[in-house]
């Protein structure tokens, strides 16, 4: 399958304007933070703020608000288009997202000089202030009363919010109600009823026709044309993939024509495209690249053989005969998902299109929450925390992070030993289609809830790996640079691994010279395992071989104590506690626990 190149975000070129000393000085600050940052200099310091504002994605101006006001009033266009505008004072105290908050990513750019300059970001978007997600926020187009709605959810005021189906939406507050399609019976969008529509041409109920009633607020997730009044506003999701096939040497005019006409025909927005689609044969045919191009949507190709395995209402022994399958359009269309076909092959005298609806993927973002300091949480957890409409996680670890989480969020939360049980509910609602936050304690991949997720996870869902700081790197930075050489990662518990295993692999640690970090070492119910363990690595290693343990890294109660194989008390650890052996290299200096990286540094 040729797909197209991974998606990144291009670099956001940072135009820095100043016009004092100090102000060139935090300027040089960001310049060597940001690597797209530069600083802008002219004769005057209004042309060079003039100058970064055409020349720049963004600008971040050490100035005076009213000066940067009166200077860049007369160039405003649209926000959408628009750089963003951050100012920063000449004490640096504060970061102010003054213009492209949202759309241009002013929010966030101030957040990251802030971040940089010890400042504190200034935002005064209503729905940041108030801790719920921008409708323009999730990467989805939107049409119609953005402002309106947006400002009856803030409100307070009821809004009905209908879908096609369940789509990974953020979490919404309680004023915002969802509609069933044909349903009159708005209930809570936090609720487990479906967001699914009746069968209705062209595969979905009826959403949206008509004036809002009773004059209330709408929030349309919809890939159809509908009508728009100043109540309503439409999400635009990505479910439309369009198949092309052509002859050699198409034009782009001839592939566009025929693609706007089927979907106006179809009633169908452009807005949801999510890609088009052909054969590997096509990849370079000029006229569909360069549709996809001024459509703004990817290109994916797949091989021969891969579309003639799909059942297609129209074959042809003509298109198999040219390029070895059977169909290119309609398979195209349908190839990658659970997929309806809208519209069958529609051709002109070089272009066929058929166009398809896949049903969403629900969003599972499994997020390691770090060793329990929020500074040790990384950016990443508390965005994807913030993104999701349902966090799954150990009560004890929900309870971290619940001052993170966005009104209206559902939360389920359950106690020690149910590990599997909250796998199988994050996934369940993930494959539902919700956008589920599924959290753990250090990484979620070690010894947390990656794995037993991951085991329950099919195709049917796009799972995001949020890393954390583990209990074993937070450990090792109280201890000192015990990791400084090979280590090796080791689980004491033998609820679920028979301690013979336990056992060899704890001898072929030893016996290899590996630093130990040993995790559930001793609980009340399992207090021998530690000591046969430590048993061993002193059958290869030194009686003064350090050991640290840390009990609570990062978290209140957080102690470090650094003992030996021979005088380690086992009394002092529990659960909550990491132990680290040294290996035969590793040694106590200036009262910190270090293992020689091993470099012979040369003059």
Known sequence: MNHPPAATDQPTRIGLVAATAAGRRHARTLADALPHARLVTADTVADALRAAWTGCDAVVAFLATGAVVRILAPLLGDKRTDPAVVVVDEAARHAVALLGGHAGGGNDLAGRVGALLDAQPVVTTATDAAGLPGLDTLGWPVEGALAAVSRAILDGEPVTLVADATWPLP????????????????????????????????????????PAVGGGYRLLVTDRVVPLDDRTAVLRPPS??????????????????????????????????RHLASADVKADEAGIRATADALGVPLVTHPAAELAAVDVPHPSEVVRAAVGTPSVAEAAALLGGDADLLVPKTATAMATVAVARHAPRGRLAIVGLGPGAADLRTARAVTELRRAAVVVGLDQYVDQVRDLLRPGTRVLASGLGAEEERARAAVAEATAGHAVALVGSGDAGVYAMASPALEYADERIDVLGVPGVTAALAAGALLGAPLGHDHAYLSLSDLHTPWEVIARRVAAAAEGDFVALLYNPRSRARDWQLGAALEVFAAHRPPDTPVGVVRNASRPGERVHLATLATLDAALVDMYSVVVVGSSQTRIVAGRMVTPRGYRWRP
């Open 171 to 210: 979490a919404l507050p309680d004023n915002v109600r969802f509609a069933p399609v044909g349903s009159s019976a708005p209930a809570p969008v936090g609720s487990s009823a479906p967001a699914t529509a009746g069968p209705s041409a062209p595969g979905r109920g009826d959403v949206g026709s008509g």
């Open 240 to 273: 439309l993939v369009v198949g092309v096939g052509s002859s050699r040497g198409v034009p782009a005019a001839q592939v566009r024509g025929l693609l706007d006409r089927v979907l106006a025909e179809a009633g169908l927005s452009p807005a949801s495209l």
